[in-house]
């Protein structure tokens, strides 16, 4: 009798047979793009530097979640702004109907978190965040679907010296990456009565030029006016440029509070320029509105963008504090690096180890272990399909690695208790015997 549990074997034409069909591959989602190396080590170069100026000005880390209420920015950025009507990654929750939505921008997820856990207790606090943002909209260079921002926020702060240090920190941020072709664009907002009388001219202005407004111009007439002064259409130009100036509209107050921005900017020379007409895409900005710009990127120009955001904190349930902040496209500041030449290169290993026979390995990676844990930067060679290959082919790829020194560890050497270090970078080819038993005495001439 056939065991039942006998395995049959493959005769053609039975089920074990048949090929399971090639899977197709998957691929990442339109505007939702994979960094991959060596391009990440250049995200990684500007985040640590990121880190490091953030802490010399005092700012600390802050990270929210991707996935946020909706009502948090339908509130917080305004029901007729083109993120909130036409951009955001919102759903419904399938287990109990919440309406959640992927986070557009993170300003408002940062004024939630302060509120909710009391952060303004004990006095302002000065914060930064870094992250992925997600806005449905055509892809094109520098602007994704998934991208990427870095913010700071300064909240329970009133002065203009806020405004004027923040606005420093971003300009430190482009000497610290060696970013030379930018510009400083400024405006104020003032607050929200001086904006209502404003809002009242400049409607009466546009609608007597009514039937030169294009579709999207109409749309926003009577419901967000401001933003169509930051129309990129060109057949608007003329128009928008006789409308009212809101900078005419300001009171005592809100001029100086203008005025001590500039002058801090000037004491400190900071370069810059009074744009009429920027008024920024979110509704809660007042007072101060700031862009840096740059022409190298074409429509993309704006590099980073903020303001004072003074009403935004009770907006979204807590108690009335004066708050100012910016956040840069890390996609757009890449490109400008590239376009400037300045961005950097993937890191290479300070060694790379070369491992004739794979009965090596238990004590090579002994050896590794050690140097590695004395800080030197170590890329093993590793065995493929058809084993470790010859010596001429690891050298090559040592080679290839961009490591400074070879680390031989072949027969001969492993017999004495020792491995070759072989000089990779120099044209001398200089090759030493060190042992195997203390790599971490002579580990510091691989740093070095």
Request: with cysteine; aromatic share 8%; glycine share 8%.
């Amino acid at each position: 009798m056939t065991d039942p549990n006998t395995k049959r074997p493959n005769v053609p034409g039975t089920p074990q047979a048949e090929k399971t069909p090639k899977a197709q591959p998957l691929t990442a989602l339109k505007g939702m793009n994979d960094i991959l190396p060596p391009a990440s080590a250049q995200w990684e170069w500007l985040e640590d530097r990121v880190r490091g100026l953030m802490a010399r000005y005092a700012y600390r880390n802050i990270r929210t979640p991707i996935v946020e209420p909706t009502p948090l920015f339908v509130r917080g950025l305004g029901e007729v702004t083109d993120i909130v009507e036409k951009e955001m990654y919102s759903f419904e929750d399938r287990l109990n109907g919440e309406q959640l939505t992927l986070r557009p921008e993170a300003t408002a997820s940062v004024v939630r978190a302060a509120v909710e856990h009391s952060m303004l207790y004990d006095g302002g606090k000065r914060l930064y965040y870094l992250g992925p943002m997600f806005r449905h909209e055509r892809p094109q260079r520098g602007r994704y679907r998934q991208f990427h921002q870095i913010g700071a926020e300064a909240l329970g702060f009133a002065g203009p010296d806020v405004d004027a240090e923040i606005i420093l920190l971003a300009c430190a941020l482009w000497r610290e990456l060696g970013l030379s072709d930018w510009r400083l664009e400024i405006n104020s907002l003032g607050q929200p009565e001086e904006r209502r009388q404003h809002r009242a001219e400049l409607i009466t202005y546009l609608e007597q030029h009514a039937d030169r407004l294009d579709e999207d111009a109409r749309r926003r007439l009577h419901t967000n006016p401001l933003r169509i002064l930051d129309t990129k259409n060109p057949a608007l130009q003329s128009v928008v440029d006789g409308a009212p100036r809101l900078l005419d509209f300001l009171g005592p107050e809100s001029l100086d509070h203008f005025e001590g921005v500039k002058a801090m900017l000037e004491a400190n020379g900071i370069a810059y320029r009074i744009n009429p007409r920027l008024v920024r895409g979110m509704d809660y900005y007042n007072l101060t509105v700031f862009e840096f710009v740059t022409d190298r990127l074409g429509s993309q120009g704006t590099i980073c963008a903020g303001g004072r955001y003074d009403y935004l904190i009770a907006q979204i349930g807590g108690k009335p504090a004066p708050a100012v902040g910016w956040a840069l496209g890390v996609e757009r500041v890449l490109e400008l690096l590239k376009e400037q030449g300045v961005a950097p290169q993937a890191p290479a290993p300070d060694a790379y180890a070369i491992v004739p026979e794979a009965a090596a390995m238990p004590q090579v990676l002994r050896v590794l272990q050690e140097l590695r844990a004395a800080g030197v930067s170590v890329q093993m060679h590793a065995a493929g399909p058809e084993g470790l290959g010859s010596m001429k082919s690891q050298f090559k790829k040592a080679d290839a690695s961009g490591a400074r020194w070879g680390l031989i560890f072949g027969g001969d050497e492993l017999a004495a208790g020792e491995l070759t270090v072989k000089a990779l970078r120099d044209g001398s080819g200089a090759q030493q015997r060190q042992p195997l038993a203390d790599a971490a005495a002579w580990a510091p001439m691989l740093r070095a």
